[in-house]
Nanobody, 120 residues
Framework: QVQLVESGGGLVQAGGSLTLSCTAS????????MGWHREAPGKQRELVAS???????HYADSVKGRFTISRDKTTNTVYLQMNSLKPEDTAVYYC??????????????WGQGTQVTVSS
């Protein structure tokens, strides 16, 4: 079955950097878009960044210029390079992938989440 496994979270001081990675396995036909969301305590899950199968990217305003999303289609891996981290970036980060189960039809899968904590 389809699985998404994330890694790279941790504790970092404000101004520091972290790189998250997420690898999808069990993919039957391919992946459309991939992305990263985050959920902070007491807040709704929000989209951080996404990348289409063609490489088009989208970022939340709060992370533009600081975060970079990329993907390796050969390994079904998506990355999130996070620079100039702020305490308000503290959250559980989840990757997701829109996985094709037949031509032109896909469904979303989610990783288990990885904690990112930014200390002031």
């Amino acid at each position: 079955q389809v699985q998404l496994v994330e890694s790279g979270g941790g504790l970092v001081q404000a101004g520091g950097s972290l790189t998250l990675s997420c690898t999808a396995s069990g993919i039957p036909f391919g992946i459309n878009a991939m992305g990263w969301h985050r959920e902070a305590p007491g807040k709704q899950r929000e989209l951080v960044a996404s990348i289409s199968s063609g490489g088009n990217t989208h970022y939340a305003d709060s992370v533009k210029g600081r975060f970079t999303i990329s993907r390796d289609k050969t390994t079904n891996t998506v990355y999130l390079q996070m620079n100039s981290l702020k305490p308000e970036d503290t959250a559980v980060y989840y990757c997701n992938a829109a996985v094709y189960y037949r031509v032109s039809s896909s469904r979303d899968y989610w990783g288990q989440g990885t904690q990112v904590t930014v200390s002031s």
